[in-house]
Each structure stands twice: as structure tokens, then as C-alpha cells.
């Protein structure tokens, strides 16, 4: 496993197992979710999530923990915490293969404070809907450019892709299709230093995002 930090790491490291829970510790990492977390003192198995590396700053990865809860019912597990869950879920296995096939950057939940005990799973969005929506969403953009690209091939691009996240955050919160072409021209502008459209063709694909999306 490589950590971002030797801090990072001696922390998660010293005196103990990778993966497992000791309520006495500062850190914790959940391999099978790929978070980590302040561990919180009352002696139950609680913590709270990290955004980003105390020490060197670093952004930490996205959880994955609404994915995992969508692969375990994709193979009929709907009480993981009740039912025994195959090995693989229980480490970083079931994760490593998938990641590979999708860019997960910009599906980040919001923050939130995990009782493994309580078994409490509220407020996660599924994985999949959003990879389908922004899946949708890429190819109502690569029309819009006449971009004959895929949807993986045009994640490739960092630029393209990072605003692309930009857009599908927005999306669902702006309701209005002009606000919305504003805000995209916004991206646009800030990310591609992109003037040349005019407002009409921000029009044009908002209309299409809202018709979809
Ligand atoms: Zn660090």
C-alpha cells in the first residue's frame, strides 16, 4: 500500500494491523472502502472521514463505500453488516480491478461520520447512477465540440474531464437552463481560456443537459 506521507504512514503502520480497528488509534484506514479517518475515542468502532492528508495537505481518495454497498446488491447482499460479505469485500480486492475501468475523481460524497456498528448507510448517492449520468453527460459534450471520442477516451484528457466534473455537480443543483449555460460558459472560459462560442451554443447545451439529465 503506498501512502501519501511518511507521516501517513507511520501512523497507520506502527503497532498495528492494516485494516484493523483499535479504538486507541489517531488514524484509521477502511481498505474495503478506501477511506480514512480520525478515529473517534468512545471504544465503539467510529470515525471520522478525512478529505484531505493532515500532514503533507494531499487530498485524499474519494470513498468508495456507496460502491461497495451497490456491488454487495448487485450480488444480493442488502445487510452487509448482518450477512457474511465474500473475502474480497472485506479488503481493497473488489476495488482494484473495478477502478480500473472507471475515473471515480469526481464522485465524492459528501462528508459524513461512519458508525460500522451501527451499520448506518444513509445519505450515499449511487455510484452507478451518476457513472451513467456522466456518462450521458460526456457524449452530450463530445457532440456539442464534434468530438468523435468515446467516453473513456475523452476521460483521458485531465482538463476536459476535471471540467466536466465541474459541470455534472452543478447540474443537478441549477435548475435554470440559462444559469446553467452561464455557469458552463464560466468553466469554459476559466479552464479552456475558451471565448470563441457564443452564448446561444451555451443555450444549446444546457437545453440538452436539462433535457436528459
Ligand atoms: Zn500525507
Same mark, same amino acid.
Request: charged share 35%.
Given at each position: 500500500?503506498?501512502?501519501?506521507c ?7 503502520r &506502527?503497532? +498495528?494491523k ?12 477502511a481498505p ?12 465503539g ?8 492528508? *493532515?500532514?503533507?495537505g494531499k487530498?485524499?481518495p ?9 456491488e ?15 473475502e474480497?469485500? %472485506?479488503s481493497d480486492a ?8 472507471? *475515473?471515480?475523481k ?7 461520520i461512519v ?5 448506518w448507510?444513509?445519505?450515499f ?5 451518476l457513472?451513467?449520468d456522466f456518462?450521458?453527460?460526456?457524449n452530450?459534450?463530445?457532440?456539442w465540440?464534434?468530438?468523435? %471520442?468515446?467516453?473513456?477516451? #475523452?476521460?483521458?484528457n485531465?482538463?476536459?474531464y476535471?471540467?466536466?466534473?465541474d459541470?455534472s455537480k ?15 460558459q464560466?468553466?469554459?472560459?476559466r +479552464?479552456? &481560456?475558451?471565448?470563441?462560442? #457564443? ?15
Amino acid at each position: 500500500m503506498k501512502y501519501c506521507c511518511k507521516n501517513m504512514e507511520y501512523f497507520l503502520r &506502527n503497532n +498495528r494491523k492494516e485494516g484493523d480497528f483499535d479504538s486507541d488509534d489517531i488514524i484509521y484506514y477502511a481498505p474495503q472502502y478506501d477511506e480514512y479517518g480520525i478515529v473517534i475515542h468512545d471504544s465503539g468502532k467510529s470515525y471520522i472521514k478525512m478529505i484531505y492528508c *493532515p500532514w503533507c495537505g494531499k487530498k485524499l481518495p474519494d470513498s468508495k463505500k456507496d460502491l461497495w454497498f451497490d456491488e454487495l446488491e448487485k450480488i444480493g447482499l442488502f445487510n452487509p453488516f448482518e450477512e457474511e460479505v465474500p473475502e474480497k469485500f %472485506k479488503s481493497d480486492a473488489w476495488w482494484q480491478h473495478l477502478i480500473k475501468k472507471y *475515473p471515480k475523481k469526481c464522485f465524492g460524497v459528501d462528508e459524513y461520520i461512519v458508525d460500522v456498528d451501527a451499520g448506518w448507510k444513509e445519505g450515499f448517492v449511487s455510484s452507478n447512477d451518476l457513472e451513467q449520468d456522466f456518462e450521458t453527460l460526456t457524449n452530450l459534450f463530445n457532440k456539442w465540440l464534434y468530438n468523435e %471520442k468515446n467516453p473513456q477516451e #475523452s476521460w483521458e484528457n485531465e482538463l476536459y474531464y476535471n471540467a466536466l466534473c465541474d459541470i455534472s455537480k452543478a447540474m443537478y443543483k441549477i435548475d435554470d437552463v440559462k444559469e446553467l449555460a452561464e455557469y458552463i460558459q464560466k468553466i469554459w472560459i476559466r +479552464r479552456f &481560456n475558451d471565448k470563441t462560442k #457564443s452564448f446561444d451554443e451555451y443555450i444549446q447545451i444546457a437545453t440538452n443537459i436539462k433535457k436528459v439529465l
